[in-house]
């Protein structure tokens, strides 16, 4: 069997060259980072279970017509995605002070804000992602302002969607951060829903306890990060119900 082209190495995902024309092979690593890849260790099984959550995720939002670059899972680790121009910009959206603006703005965790926000950075890990204006995307190129505010609309549509299937779980999304990227069907441009969706992007508690599920167990040493991911993996019914522990998951196919 031929070696594959490796296209991109990043610090969750490795990048292949897919079967057909327009397509890539997207692995889940274990890899987990924190601090721009200041912290950093290998957890076992957190690439298979980003893989089921993302699919599980961006099989939904395609259901309902939200574009995704998803087109189907290859294994426990692979997906196949559309290739796509990746806009170079996190689109992240808030509906709970957390993080980075929460010690921005002084303000204490979990405070609802009055409207989702809708914030950017750039995407650079030398220069940590800083935040941008739109004023500045517009100037250097990075988008337009039609791309914004189709972003912008697309990047709501994905909170709702989620947000709502959360709920249902017993789950608060706090935030979460998506990337956007273009297609070409003769001159007309597409926007998709590009990257993943999952534990590793979104800030996800628990409604009743406040319990973190998402990355920030890894950030601040809360535990382990595969019985958080499993546990949202099991409320959401892509793990079996009557699992409670699984250091390596059990998946259904």
């Known amino acids: ?138 100037a250097f190129g990075w988008a337009s302002q039609q791309d914004l505010d189709d972003i912008v609309a697309l990047a709501l549509r994905v909170n709702d969607f989620m947000s709502g299937m959360m709920m249902g779980v017993g789950i608060k999304l706090v935030d979460f951060k998506i990337e956007v990227g273009r297609v070409w069907e003769g001159d007309y441009q597409r926007l998709l829903v590009a990257d993943e969706i999952s534990p590793d992007s979104c800030r996800l508690w628990d409604i009743e306890t406040g319990q973190k599920l998402d990355k920030d167990v890894f950030r601040r040493d809360l535990g382990s990060l595969t019985d958080a991911y499993t546990e949202v993996a099991r409320r959401l019914g892509v793990m079996p119900g009557n699992v409670s522990q699984a250091s390596k998951p059990t998946l259904i196919n």
Do not use: C, W
Not at 69 to 85: D, K, P, T
Not at 110 to 124: A, C, H, M
């Open 1 to 138: 069997m031929a070696r594959r082209k490796k296209l991109y190495e990043g610090k969750a995902k490795i990048l292949y060259e897919g079967p057909e024309p327009g397509t890539i092979v997207q692995y889940f690593k274990d890899d987990a980072t924190a601090f721009n890849a200041e912290k950093r260790d290998v957890i076992e099984g957190k690439g298979v279970l980003n893989n089921r959550l993302s699919e599980f995720f961006m099989k939904g939002l395609n259901n309902i017509g939200v574009p995704t670059h998803f087109i189907r899972r290859l294994n426990m680790r692979e997906q196949l995605v559309r290739a796509v121009e990746i806009v170079p910009l996190e689109i992240i959206v808030r509906n709970f002070a957390a993080g980075s603006m929460a010690k921005r703005l002084g303000l204490e965790e979990g405070t609802q804000l009055p409207r989702p926000i809708v914030e950017f950075s750039y995407k650079n890990d030398e220069l940590g992602d800083p935040l941008v204006p739109e004023e500045y995307i517009i």
